[in-house]
Structure formats: C-alpha cells, structure tokens
C-alpha cells in the first residue's frame, strides 16, 4: 500500500548540513515535494514535506528521522478552522497561496481543505474574527 | 392593492403572515408576476453580517460605595480605554477603542488582536470583564480609583448604538501599488493580486429599499441577535450617490444608525474583530423586515446581484488620496463568481461581508415574523431620500494661523 502523507520536520542545528532527504529517496525510496523550507543559521531547520511511498517502507523512513534527532509533525494538526468563531466571510480565500479555502457555490460557505494547508501562518492573522488556529 | 403595516401586523399576529428572504422573493416574483407577488407577500426580510466600525456600546454600570465620578476620569474594560466625557458613571466604549499599550502598527503590519468590539463580544456573552477606574474626586464624589470585575447582567444599561451600520454598497478595493497593502477592505496582493468586497448585494438591507420608502426613524430590526430600532440615518448617509436606471446606487450611499438593548444579544452576531495592519473592528449582524405595502416596495426587494454594481477602488492611491476616480464597475454577480476584469485583468475576488450568515439572519427574522415574535413598526419618519438634498461632503481643511 502506497501512502502519501504531508509531515513537518523540525532539525537541530547539528543536522542542518546532513543529507536527510537524500537518505529518505536513496533508503526507503520515498518520492517528496518540498512544500516549505527555512533554514535558519545556528539555529533549527524547518522542512514541510509532502512524502510517498510504501507504508512499510515510509514507517521505515519515519523511524530513521526520530534516530536522528528529527522532529516530526504531522501537518493536518498543524493548523485548524475554530468552527465557531468563523463567520464564513471569505477574506482568507485570495490570501492563502495553495487555495486551501474554497466556496460551496450552493450554501456560500467557506470549506477550509486541511489537506491542500501547507502551515504557511498567511491567514492567521488576516482572518478577521481570528478563527484560525495554529498549533505547534 | 395597497397594504398597511397595521394590516400586516394583524397577519402576523394570526399566523397568516407570508414571508419570504430577499433571495426567494427573485424567484416567487419572477414565477408570479410583481402584482400578484405583491398580493401575496407580506413581508421580505433582509440581512447582512459584515464589519462595521462605527459601533460601540453606552454603559451605565452603577454607582459606587462611597462614589466616583468617572466623568472627565479614565476608564479601562479589559485595558480597552472607554469614553468618560459623559456623567459620572455613564461610559462609552467603541469598537475601534484600542489597549494604551497596544504595538499598533510600530511593525507593520500590527494584528491588532484585542479592542472595544472584543469586549463588547465579550460582555454579551456574559463573561466578566476587569474595569479600572481613574477620578480626580470631588466632595461628591470623593473616591478616587475603582477596580472591579464587571459582568453585563450587574449593568443598569448596557445599550447598542452603533453611528453608521449596514452601507447601502461598497467599495471593492484592490491594489496596483508594487508592494503588499494592509487596509480595512484587508489584505490587498501588489499588482491587482486581488479583489475585495464588503456587501451581502442581493440581500443587503437597503438595497431592497433603495429609496428608503419603508425604513426610517423607529424601523424595528433584527441587531446582534436580538432586537433593536433605527435610530437616525447613518453618519455619510448619501442619497445622492450616483445609481442606475432603476434607481440602485452605484457608490456607497444610505447608511443606518442602530440602537437596541446589549442585555438581549448574541455573541454569534457581534463578533469582535481584527483587521491586520489596520485596526480593531466588530462584525455586526443585523436583519431589515422590509413592509410589502404595494407593488413598487416588491419589486425594488427583486433585485438580484446582476443588477447591482460596485466601483472597483484602489487602495494603494486613489482612496488614501481622497480622489474619486473608478478602475471600473463590476456587478455583484461577477464579484461572487469568484474573479473580475480589472483593467482586461483577470483578478480573484474574496468577500469581508458573511453572505451565509447574511442569509441566516434573513431566515431568522423570517422565522420570528413567522410564528408571531416579531412585528413591524410604524416609522415616525422616513430617512432622508434622493429629494432630501442630503450630501456626503469632504472635510474643507482651513490653516490655522495664529
Ligand atoms: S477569513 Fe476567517 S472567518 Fe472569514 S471565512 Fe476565512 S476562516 Fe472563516
Ligand atoms: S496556513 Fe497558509 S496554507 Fe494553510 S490555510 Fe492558512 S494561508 Fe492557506
């Protein structure tokens, strides 16, 4: 079975320089799409992945991160839509970069699609009534 | 057939009332015919849910043992200053009212998370609020400093009264400036990267009485989840914008002025509010019951989203400079399409203005005329229409010498 899954790696500063996602293609044959990359000097690296690969073969993959120091999140939870405090105004639709929101043309409501996040943090503070979470 | 308000009322009191919200009135009508629809159809109901800044809240929180004469003092809910130029226990606190120590925009742009429309939010829902008090004492009024936990049911009065709510039209705001603009209409992507606009269209209370034939002084009202009157018209009320043939403006034109008793509404319909780079806000919802009283008030509730238009602004030069030139018109319809041509641009559109919730509020009042809740009122006088010759004017600045 094949798995794709969108994860968020946090790397102390010593392993900023090693060939992680090199490791992860080579080892585990695991396909990625770098979503996010920050790498700050002498500090921690922060890379949002998009991984695919067999489920055996990406556990495998997931184990060696956590050897290596590498925090690992998965992304979904990373940020959330507070359902009460959303007023359904539609101000957050041209402001996030993957199209995460879209309207239901029939209700007009606002469908946040968790999936297509990429934990960017743009629409946290330009949604009015701050219905957007993030969580770390 | 001409109906009155009494007339209707005594429906509504029957149950035999027919109502209908402002978007199923198009269809009904267009199926009926106007003269048969406005037969049939007692009452269209309206609704808008959107950020309104000139709102705020007067307080009478009770007199002090021994007392204190907040009038002329400093007065904080929350940290949030409130207005103390009243007597002496009589506050009033705005939407806009931000923390002393608030960053604001030093980095720009500022978040501006916490303001006068928090608190009120926060109030309605019933939680307590820290009040600190400062007063220079009087023989009176001899104390000098208060600090108390302050709940809304304890208030004498906690009264609604918002100066200019629910904008006949809007600007739709964009940017054609090199760099990103945080600005109320939000946030705008450099070279036409977006689109904003601000109105429920279809829906909005005065654009189904574009001629404020049936809404005036004493209009009962759907506010905050509860109920309320208009009080005025609006600050900027302007029934002379430019409209079109049928007589819809083309510019932001009437406005209402709203009070209603704070005690009896909802934090889900006044949601205090930020806007990045700009300041602290509400999102007010309020819900206009429009009379059917004869064929002509039917027909102007038909009005559909191809039929309204909106100018297209831009933010990063025209507005701040005051100039009034357009990048466009574009209607209501194209806006929810999702895009409009700008200047043969294709720009993406995102509203500020809750049509859903526009629409919730409509079926609401719907529901209380319905079952009998809610009647309509008499108004004692009408707002200000076209022949009025009320105009909105530009500050005329004169130099101070000395
Ligand atoms: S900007 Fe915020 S309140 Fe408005 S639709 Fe998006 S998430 Fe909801
Ligand atoms: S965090 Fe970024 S990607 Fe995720 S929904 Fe908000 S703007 Fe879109």
Request: a neutral charge; charged letters at 25%; proline letters at 6%.
């Amino acid at each position: 079975m094949t798995v794709s899954k969108k994860i968020v790696l946090r790397f102390p500063k010593r392993m900023v320089d090693r060939p992680i996602v090199y490791r992860l293609v080579k080892d585990f044959e695991l396909e990625f799409n770098i979503l996010k990359a920050s790498i700050t000097p002498e500090q921690e690296g922060l890379l949002v992945l998009e991984l695919k690969g067999e489920q055996q073969e990406y556990d495998k993959g997931i184990k060696f991160l956590i050897k290596n120091g590498v925090e690992i999140q998965s992304l979904s939870q990373d940020v959330t839509r507070n359902e009460e405090r959303c007023t359904h105004c539609g101000a957050c639709i041209t402001v996030c970069p993957t199209g995460a929101f879209k309207i239901e043309p029939k209700t007009r409501l606002v469908i946040f699609e968790n999936e297509k996040c990429i934990a960017c943090g743009l629409c946290i503070p330009a949604c009015p009534p701050h219905a957007m979470e993030v969580h770390f | 057939m001409a109906k009155t308000i009494a007339e209707i009322n005594e429906k509504i009191k029957k149950g035999q009332a027919v109502v209908f919200n402002a978007e199923e009135i198009i269809d009904f009508a267009r199926n009926k015919g106007i003269k048969e629809a406005a037969k049939e159809v007692d009452v269209v109901t309206t609704g808008t849910f959107g950020i309104m800044c000139s709102s705020g809240a007067f307080f009478n929180i009770g007199h002090a043992k021994p007392r204190i004469k907040l009038g002329g003092g400093r007065t904080f809910f929350n940290d949030v200053p409130a207005y103390t130029g009243l007597a002496a226990v009589d506050l009033f606190l705005g939407a806009n009212a931000l923390p002393d120590d608030d960053p604001r925009n030093r980095i720009h742009p500022g978040e501006f998370n916490y303001g006068g429309g928090h608190v009120i939010e926060e109030l309605v829902a019933g939680k307590d609020v820290r009040l600190v008090a400062s007063a220079y004492g009087t023989d009176c009024y001899p104390r000098k400093k208060l600090e108390t936990w302050i709940n809304i049911k304890d208030m004498n009065q906690a009264t609604l009264f918002n100066i200019r709510n629910a904008y006949q039209n809007y600007n739709v705001a964009v940017n054609t400036s090199n760099k990103t603009i945080y600005t109320y209409m939000g946030v705008l992507k450099p070279k036409l990267g977006n689109a904003n606009y601000s109105s429920a269209g279809q829906l909005s209370p005065l654009f189904n009485d574009p001629f404020y034939k049936t809404v005036g002084i004493g209009t009962k009202i759907f506010l905050g989840g509860g109920t309320g009157y208009v009080a005025w018209h609006g600050t900027q009320h302007n029934p002379d914008a430019p409209r079109t043939e049928k007589g819809i403006p083309k510019d932001g034109a009437g406005t209402l002025a709203v009070i209603g008793d704070l005690k009896q509404m909802s934090p889900k319909w006044l949601v205090g509010t930020s806007v990045m780079g700009y300041g602290c806000s509400i999102t007010v919802g309020i819900g206009l019951p429009i009379p059917i009283l004869n064929e002509e008030i039917l027909e102007y509730t038909t009005i559909t989203d191809a039929d309204i238009y909106a100018p297209v602004i831009d933010y990063s030069d025209a507005f701040p400079n005051l100039r009034s030139d357009k990048m466009g018109e574009v209607t209501y319809a194209e806006l929810k399409s999702g895009k409009i041509k700008v200047k043969g641009q294709d720009v993406p559109t995102a509203s500020r203005s809750s049509y859903p919730k526009a629409l919730e509020i409509a079926n609401v009042l719907k529901e209380w005329i319905d079952k009998g809740k809610f009647l309509l009122t008499e108004p004692v006088e009408l707002l200000p229409g076209v022949e009025s010759g009320v105009k909105m004017k530009p500050l005329k600045e004169r130099p101070i010498e000395d």
